[in-house]
C-alpha cells in the first residue's frame, strides 16, 4: 500500500471519528479599543487589548469599549459588563449595539436576539436593574426569544420584555421534567481523545504495512 494511499484511508476515518464541531471550533480573537476605563477579566484595559471567546469586559459609568471582530462590531455602553463569545456576546448588565453581517447573536437572561438575515444588521439590547429588556432594531430586522417564543422585531421598531415573567413562562413550559443532557456523546472528551487515539494507532499500522508489504515468499 502506498503512502499517499495510507494518509487518505487515515483522513476519512478521521473525518468520521472527530466531532464537527470540533473542527468547526473558532477562538479567533478580536480587537477591543476603550475609551475611558474598561476592564477585561478585572484588568484595567491601557486603550486596546486582544478579546478572546470566554472573556468579560466591563466599562466603567463614564466609559465605554467597541470590540471589533470579523464581520461585527460591539459597542459595549457605559457602566455595562458583555461576556464575549466569539460569535455571541452575552449581557450581564447594561447595553451594547451591535452591527454585524455575520448574524452574531447577542443574549440577554432569557432573551435572545438573532438577526434575521446574513445581511447588514444593527441593533440594540438593553437589560435595566429590574429585569427589563428592551431590544431596539435600527436597521435591518431581528428574531426575539424567550420563554414563549420567537416574534419579530422590524427595522425601526422596538420591544421590551420582562425577564421575570419570561423565566416563569419557560419554567411552566419545561414542566417537572428533567432536562436531556444538551451536549452529545460524540462531544465528550473521553470520546475525542480516545477516538484520535484510536485513529493514531491506526494510521500507524497502515503505514507499517505500506513500509513491509505481505508477499508469498517474506510474510
Not at 168 to 184: D, Q
Request: proline content about 5%.
Amino acid at each position: 500500500m502506498s503512502l499517499t494511499r495510507a494518509c487518505t484511508i487515515a483522513c476519512w476515518i478521521m473525518s468520521l471519528v472527530v466531532p464537527v464541531s470540533l473542527w468547526a471550533a473558532d477562538s479567533g480573537p478580536a480587537m477591543l479599543y476603550a475609551k475611558g476605563t474598561a476592564w477585561i477579566n478585572g484588568s484595567t484595559v491601557p486603550r486596546t487589548s486582544a478579546v478572546f471567546p470566554g472573556d468579560l469586559v466591563q466599562t466603567r459609568y463614564d466609559s465605554m469599549a467597541n470590540i471589533n471582530a470579523a464581520g461585527s462590531n460591539v459597542v459595549v455602553l457605559a457602566d455595562s459588563l458583555v461576556k464575549f463569545e466569539g460569535p455571541a456576546v452575552s449581557l450581564e448588565h447594561g447595553s451594547v449595539t451591535v452591527a454585524t453581517s455575520r448574524g452574531m447573536t447577542t443574549r440577554a437572561g432569557e432573551v435572545t436576539v438573532v438577526p434575521t438575515s446574513s445581511g447588514w444588521t444593527e441593533f440594540e439590547v438593553k437589560q435595566d436593574a429590574n429585569g427589563t429588556i428592551q431590544v431596539v432594531a435600527q436597521k435591518g430586522d431581528v428574531n426575539v426569544s424567550d420563554g414563549s417564543g420567537t416574534s419579530t422585531v422590524p427595522q425601526g421598531q422596538q420591544t421590551t420584555v420582562d425577564e421575570t415573567q419570561a423565566k416563569k413562562k419557560k419554567r411552566r413550559k419545561g414542566g417537572g421534567a428533567i432536562p436531556a443532557a444538551s451536549t452529545s456523546i460524540l462531544d465528550s472528551p473521553i470520546v475525542i481523545y480516545g477516538g484520535a487515539a484510536a485513529v493514531g494507532g491506526l494510521v500507524t499500522w497502515v503505514l507499517l504495512q505500506g513500509t513491509n508489504p505481505v508477499s508469498a515468499t517474506q510474510p
